[in-house]
């Protein structure tokens, strides 16, 4: 009785068994061997995808749109995914029968590559229990930034009258330390009477002889400033560059307002009259001046100036100077009574006739010009309109030679045609849709020769802060600074592009 007990209790236990290693142990063991298949296929899956990624990443070209790059950018990714993960693996499909590769650009400009995939990985053991198979998926995405800086460096006479020059490279330096040789491209511009591309933008601007920071060290302060001009060069780069998917980026320094501009004089613009206004040797009372002596088929183009370098009433306005640029060395052999350099290499010589061109007496001739010309033409030599936010001096509706016709016989009316180019230009650039320069803008103040003209900066920069603030251009930032805090804002700037360009 008792051993058919025992034998009853071995047969009950066989079963249960049976039964556990059924419902237990084969899922259990199913569930090793299909889970380590499952989690070797998203091993796979990932690396394939990251690999597709960063091989797309690598073959965008910020010299063209990301629309023109879609196709090239399918091929690369799925290329590259399939050399990572065959056809067919472990008899894994993939969902849709491709990976999904797609490109964008954010607001910052920084390029993302992303591939994502899907697959479905067959189950073995896991079928006893009615699980055929399971579907993963993975994302790889990669980023891509390339930053072309180009530096704008006022160089004029009034930072080496504020003995600010010295501060200005060296901060300047820093500056450009901040960024990597091989991956950044820098290039520089530095505007006085003239401005100048003083070192082509390029990848190897640490390394190449010269280097920027060595051609930067030459710099002489000296002359007017043509803000305008710097900022119209400036551009240039940029355009010739044609990267509409790197960090386009201006960064101006100056120590004040503009006061000149570059102007094309022709015929139509040449003082044919006798008239009433300021002459140049007695800028504070009006008289009759004579007809200029320039011939009626007369042009010529060149750097018109606020001698006075403020937005007074009456004083000298000057020109017209050369549009030849002087080098980053250069330095001016003369300087009038005025304490302002009137170089020798920007004195145009002209008709005969024209009393600004006139050899002797110089550089008094230069004051001449407002005898040449009967008023200020509308635009600068680069298209920029004269005219905006700054009000011109005009002659009255009832003149009876130039009624309504902008002034170049006060320097109010000259300075502010040059803050206007200034302000036109960097509205041009900043609408570049495709390009979508930022400007940032630092303002060297606290010096008694020139003052900073905040609204003029912000402008300049579209800061948030700015009288003309477009939230559709690209927002930059104007710094103000002395002296004191000029490496500051210039590190201040730098952290910002390299922000934008992580």
Request: charge should be neutral; proline fraction near 4%.
């Amino acid at each position: 009785m008792f051993r058919r007990s025992r034998l009853r209790q071995r047969g009950a236990t066989l079963i249960l068994f049976t039964f556990l290693t059924t419902l237990l142990l084969i899922p259990i063991i199913g569930l090793a061997i299909d889970g380590s298949i499952v989690f070797w296929m998203r091993t796979k899956l990932t690396t394939a995808v990251d690999a597709a990624a960063l091989a797309t990443a690598r073959g965008l070209n910020v010299n063209q749109t990301l629309g023109s790059q879609n196709a090239n950018a399918n091929t690369t990714g799925q290329s590259y995914f399939w050399a990572n993960f065959p056809s067919h693996m472990m008899g894994t499909t993939v969902v849709g029968g491709q990976p999904t590769v797609n490109i964008a650009s954010s607001a910052n400009n920084t390029l993302t590559a992303s591939v994502q995939a899907s697959i479905t990985v067959p189950l073995y053991f896991m079928r006893l229990l009615h699980y055929d198979n399971i579907t993963l998926g993975a994302v790889g995405t990669a980023s891509r930034r390339v930053t072309n800086v180009i530096l704008v460096i006022d160089r004029s006479y009034s930072m080496q009258q504020a003995n600010a020059c010295g501060t200005m490279i060296a901060s300047a330096q820093n500056f450009v330390n901040d960024f990597v040789d091989g991956r950044d491209t820098l290039g520089l511009v530095t505007f006085q009477g003239t401005a100048n591309l003083d070192y082509a933008p390029t990848k190897t601007f640490k390394s190449s002889n010269p280097s920027l920071n060595s051609v930067l060290g030459t710099a002489v302060c000296t002359g007017y400033t043509t803000t305008s001009w710097g900022l119209h060069l400036a551009y240039q780069q940029l355009l010739n560059l044609n990267q509409p998917l790197a960090l386009n980026v201006i960064v101006l320094f100056t120590d004040g307002n503009a006061d000149s501009f570059t102007a094309n004089i022709t015929s139509g613009y040449l003082k044919t009259k006798s008239d009433t206004r300021y002459d140049w040797y007695n800028t504070s009372t009006s008289e009759t001046v004579g007809a200029s002596g320039c011939s009626a088929t007369d042009s010529f183009s060149g750097v018109i100036a606020d001698i006075n370098g403020d937005q007074s009433a009456t004083g000298y306005t000057g020109g017209v100077y050369s549009m030849t640029p002087d080098a980053i060395t250069w330095s001016s052999p003369y300087t009038s009574s005025y304490g302002v350099p009137f170089p020798a290499s920007e004195n145009t010589t002209g008709s005969t006739g024209c009393a600004y061109s006139g050899s002797s007496g110089y550089p008094m001739n230069s004051l001449q010009i407002r005898n040449d010309v009967a008023y200020l033409p509308n635009t600068d030599s680069f298209g920029n309109s004269l005219t905006g936010h700054w009000a011109l001096d005009y002659y009255p509706a009832n003149d009876p030679n130039y009624p309504n016709k902008p002034r170049i016989d006060t320097p109010n009316s000259v300075m502010n045609a040059a803050l206007n180019a200034a302000d036109n230009q960097a509205n041009t650039i900043r609408n570049d849709s495709v390009l979508k320069p930022v400007i940032y803008a630092i303002g060297l103040g606290g010096t008694q020769y020139q003052q900073i003209n905040t609204d003029f900066l912000e402008r300049i920069a579209n800061d948030p802060r700015s009288s003309s603030y477009s939230a559709n251009q690209q927002t930059g930032e104007f710094i103000y600074c002395t002296a004191s805090g000029l490496a500051a804002a210039f590190q201040q700037i730098a952290s910002q592009i390299l922000r934008l360009s992580s």
